[in-house]
């Protein structure tokens, strides 16, 4: 039996198909008879005769002619010369493709072996197996096929690679700029040093003090630039004090800034201090000469006095007295007939340093010793003294003079002081009037000794 749905050869009596599952259909003997004639009497001459007997259908102008010149031997209603659509046919009656390939019943091509091939492709190459259809036989459902999937594993460990190769370079980098900032800040800290430096040789105190502030801006630790500095403030304010200006220099080392050695700017203001009430910072012999028409050097031992146009000169050790005709001034221009406040400019008459000596008359001459601060001659009058003067004292010490405390002048006057405590000292007494307006200038130059103790008369 032929099976009308693959045109496979099945034995007799099937119900259905064995090659493609279909129900095989019920004919009669002389059905069957019948239609086998009827495909052999329907071949058209030059084809390939079809194993089932189906009629071969061409396309186009070829269907035409084969449907005209073999209409009438196959019998088939509806078109001329083949099946309805004009598409050859296969010699086993299936229809063949737009390329001549051979088509199945359901429209799908037949490989090249003549097996049918899928729809989907699956068993449609050469020697590829049919898959098979019907009740019988169900396709197999699809699987998915798991997309690809990227290797972890290898990925991974490139980005760790890229990852630290990447860190590696960036601290290379980083190292080499701060390589290189870092000679930079060397360079520019060692020229500052040496402009600060030039600076100095210069005198040009200020502008160091600038440079020595910026290289402590970059190493702040360095014990040069804070030397530096520290020397730049001082000398400065040395300088200053030697032109007589003690308080631009006392403000220099007061403003100095706080990266300048503290000690050393302390004890800057303590001497300046000293040398401002001082009256500066080298006394010599030179301070206690007294001049006019002539100079007189008041010498260890001796005693000058200047009482309005008499001046005189005793000398303590031998009593010897000698006047001079006209008066005379200090050294430093101090004479009779100026006032307190010339005397305050002149000589350093200051808190510490001056002290007053009152004199009272009425239970015989009784001195008293009272530390100047800033009291007048008036109001030391006011008081009840009878005389006043105002003392300032020198010593010597180690062949250099330095003026005295109030207290020492006070000590040392008394003789209340020991005798190995001083060598030679100087003091300075000027006497007042009501008025504030200098009467008389005394200079002692006498070493502190028994001798002068004994001038003093002050002794048993």
């Known amino acids: 039996m032929i099976c009308k749905n693959c045109g496979k050869e099945n034995t007799e009596g099937v119900k259905f198909c064995m090659a493609c599952g279909q129900p095989m259909p019920e004919v009669t003997p002389a059905a069957e008879a019948g239609e086998q004639n009827q495909q052999v009497n329907s071949q058209p001459m030059g084809q390939p005769a079809a194993v089932s007997g ?14 005209a010149a073999n209409g009438a031997q196959a019998n088939i209603p509806g078109a001329p010369g083949g099946m309805p ?16 390939q051979p088509m199945q019943p359901n429209g799908m091509p037949v ?16 020697g590829g197996r049919p898959m098979q259809t019907g009740p019988m036989y169900q396709v197999p459902p699809m699987q998915a096929v798991p997309s690809a999937q990227p290797k972890k594993g290898n990925s991974g460990v490139k980005a760790l690679i890229i990852i630290i190769v990447v860190l590696l370079l960036l601290c290379v980098g980083i190292l080499a700029t701060l390589g290189i900032s870092k000679r930079m800040k060397e360079n520019k800290f060692n020229n500052l040093l040496e402009t600060a430096e030039e600076c100095m040789e210069d005198g040009d105190y200020e502008e160091a003090v600038d440079y020595y502030l910026d290289a402590l801006e970059i190493n702040a630790d360095n014990k040069d630039a804070i030397n530096g500095l520290t020397d730049a403030y001082v000398d400065w304010a040395y300088a200053l004090a030697a032109d007589g200006d003690y308080e631009g220099a006392l403000e220099v080392l007061e403003n100095a800034d706080s990266q300048a050695a503290k000690k050393r700017i302390k004890a800057a203001i303590e001497e300046i201090e000293a040398a401002m009430v001082s009256g500066g910072y080298n006394w010599s012999d030179a301070d206690f000469v007294m001049q006019g028409s002539e100079s ?14 008499w001046t005189g000169y005793i000398n303590t ?8 005709e006209e008066g005379l001034a200090t050294a430093r221009g101090l004479e009779v007939g100026m006032t307190l406040a010339d005397y305050q400019s002149l000589y350093p008459v200051e808190n510490g340093y001056a002290i007053w000596e009152e004199n009272y008359t009425n239970y015989g001459y009784t001195t008293y010793m009272e530390a100047y601060t800033g009291q007048s001659a008036r109001e030391m009058y006011e008081d009840g003294a009878d005389d006043v003067w105002l003392d300032l004292g020198w010593c010597k010490e180690d062949g250099a003079w330095r003026i005295m405390t109030d207290m020492e002048v006070r000590d040392t006057w008394f003789c209340d002081a020991p005798l190995r405590d001083y060598g030679e000292i100087v003091i300075l007494s000027v006497n007042f009037n009501y008025n504030d307006k200098i009467q008389c200038i005394y200079i002692y130059h006498v070493p502190y000794d028994d001798v002068w103790v004994e001038y003093q008369d002050w002794a048993d």
């Open 54 to 67: 189906m009629p071969t259908a061409v396309t186009g102008q070829q269907g035409g002619q084969f449907g």
């Open 85 to 100: 659509t004009g598409q050859p046919m296969q010699p086993n009656g299936m229809p063949v493709g737009p390329m001549g």
């Open 111 to 126: 490989g090249p072996m003549g097996q049918p091939m899928q729809p989907n492709g699956m068993h449609g190459m050469p």
């Open 296 to 309: 007189v050097t008041v010498e260890n031992g001796g005693m000058m006095f200047v009482e309005g146009d």
């Open 317 to 324: 050790i031998t009593y010897y007295t000698e006047e001079f």
